[in-house]
């Protein structure tokens, strides 16, 4: 009988196991994003233009992004500012030196590589986030490899030296009023969705201490501790810059992601329940105030821990943010990259799919940014083919932020068959038109949804769509998968700039030959 018992137990343990495998239908609206990491080459370009010339360049970035694309993917953070100089043209910084190999080159052919990443990004109905990094001002202490004209040789009174790196000295209000002015440039000149900050503030803490006491006692601002004035500093720029973004494009979403750990309970009952190094404390990077203050529109906190890691485990600090997050949206910063460690709970290889069906179960979480794009095309673990297959097997659109607006743009009109096109032997299928909503002036793209026959009208279903786009001037859709012999009833709606979406077309019914 006992026997008989333990047999009936693993039995249903192993279906619950088996159960937790197979994923609900996704969600029709998450953010799926992953991070480009430009620095040192991490992902993009595989080397500098010294070896790889601007057109193998874009050619890498479209291949990046197809596969991206596959994936399900729907926004990426890329890199532009590494350290104090640009991936852009449109501004006032040098040319990267790991795009070009020498600080202050230009790329040859030229071409400007954030404005054709945002072309290819919206192609394919990605939103395109400019990572920036605002304090860094060098990789390396080695001066030949610092342009004579970059920032940090024409003030280097702005800057302090921490270990084998110079930042920008966050304590100067010159310094803040600069970093404000170089984002701006970037907001103001591209079309881009949003711009992005990770955990680098303050650098990390090494062995020493850091060499802003002179700076503390020159513009201490009245504040009697001088940890508690170095988040004040890391707050006024972040406060300033979101006031400046939203004052020029109140559609360009402002997000950061900081160290997992704001603060743990230990150190403050209102932390989590961790045991980790704290952001607060070892960056002055006060995350929770940042969104309480509503200076962001999302946090993305860098949860690179496996489920049950007594230090800082992944579930506890997911909840936490959560229920941190003041109304405004959380994506959950999450490591592929860490996806074949044979340590802790990563030698588990469904430890990254299960943090994914972990986050959907919390209403307050949107979504999840993968570290890094080279991780993630690479497959680790299978983990590629879990999102592709799986998890991300729907397109999805971007969650809605409805304090940056919630009007519906009009809807298509029209919705017909364009028979035109079908003269073309290649594309005797289900070729669809439509025509500009009355009232055009909000549209920024368009869904186009699929029903079988007697299927009932339900734009909930990710299941449902076939496309989305970005752009508003092409009014039309070819649905390759569609079968012949099989008749489909088709929908469009249009979407504004912030992925608000109108009332459905009229239903064109199409039988497939």
Do not use: C
Request: charge should be neutral; aromatic fraction near 14%; proline fraction near 6%.
């Amino acid at each position: 009988m006992i026997r008989n018992f333990t047999l009936l137990a693993a039995l249903l343990l192993s279906s619950v196991s088996l159960f937790a495998q197979v994923s609900k239908d996704p969600p029709k609206r998450e953010f799926r994003g992953v991070w480009i990491a430009t620095v040192q080459n991490i992902d993009w370009p595989s080397k500098p233009k010294q070896g790889v010339d601007s057109q193998q360049q874009m050619q890498e970035l479209v291949d990046i992004f197809d596969t991206h694309q596959k994936t399900g993917i729907n926004a990426v953070m890329l890199q532009v500012r590494p350290s104090a100089d640009a991936f852009y043209a449109k501004g006032r910084e040098q040319w990267s030196m790991f795009l070009t190999g020498k600080q202050g080159t230009l790329p040859e052919p030229f071409y400007d590589p954030l404005e054709f990443a945002i072309e290819e990004a919206h192609k394919r109905g990605m939103e395109l986030h400019a990572w920036i990094n605002p304090y860094r001002a060098s990789t390396s202490l080695v001066d030949s490899l610092v342009s004579s004209e970059h920032i940090s040789r024409i003030q280097p009174d702005w800057f302090f030296t921490y270990g084998d790196k110079k930042y920008f000295n966050p304590g100067i209000p010159e310094v803040r009023h600069y970093l404000v002015d170089v984002i701006m440039d970037v907001v103001r000149n591209y079309d881009i969705d949003g711009i992005h900050f990770d955990d680098y503030f303050y650098p990390y803490p090494g062995k020493t201490a850091l060499p802003d006491s002179i700076t503390y006692m020159l513009h201490e601002q009245g504040i009697k501790n001088i940890e508690d004035w170095r988040r004040n500093n890391v707050d006024q720029l972040i406060k300033d810059l979101s006031e400046a973004i939203k004052k020029e494009k109140k559609h360009v979403k402002f997000g950061i992601s900081p160290f997992g750990i704001w603060r743990n309970k230990s150190q403050d009952p209102q932390g989590s329940e961790s045991n980790g190094l704290s952001g607060y404390s070892a960056l002055y990077a006060d995350a929770r105030k940042w969104v309480q203050e509503g200076w962001i529109d999302y946090i993305n906190p860098q949860l690179y821990f496996p489920f049950g890691y007594t230090p800082a485990p992944y579930e506890k600090l997911l909840d936490w943010w959560a229920a941190n997050s003041n109304g405004k949206h959380v994506y959950i910063g999450q490591g592929a990259y860490r996806a074949m460690e044979d340590r802790e709970g990563w030698r588990d290889r469904q430890q990254l799919p299960n943090q994914v069906r972990y986050l959907r179960e919390n209403p307050r979480v949107q979504g999840s940014v993968y570290f890094s794009s080279r991780s993630l095309t690479n497959n680790l673990a299978g983990f590629r083919d879990s999102l592709q297959h799986d998890l991300y097997r729907y397109p999805a659109l971007q969650p809605i932020m409805p304090w940056l607006g919630m009007a519906k743009p009009a809807k298509p009109v029209s919705l017909r068959e364009d028979k035109f096109l079908l003269f073309l032997p290649r594309l005797r299928k289900a070729i669809i038109k439509w025509d500009y909503p009355d009232q055009e002036e909000d549209v920024y793209g368009f869904v186009v949804y699929r029903f079988d026959e007697n299927e009932p009208i339900n734009l909930e279903h990710a299941r449902n769509i076939r496309h989305i786009q970005f752009n508003d001037y092409e009014l039309g859709f070819h649905d390759e998968t569609a079968e012949r012999g099989k008749t489909y009833k088709y929908v469009v709606t249009s979407i504004d700039r912030l992925k608000n979406e109108s009332k459905p077309s009229n239903v064109y019914l199409k039988k497939l030959r």
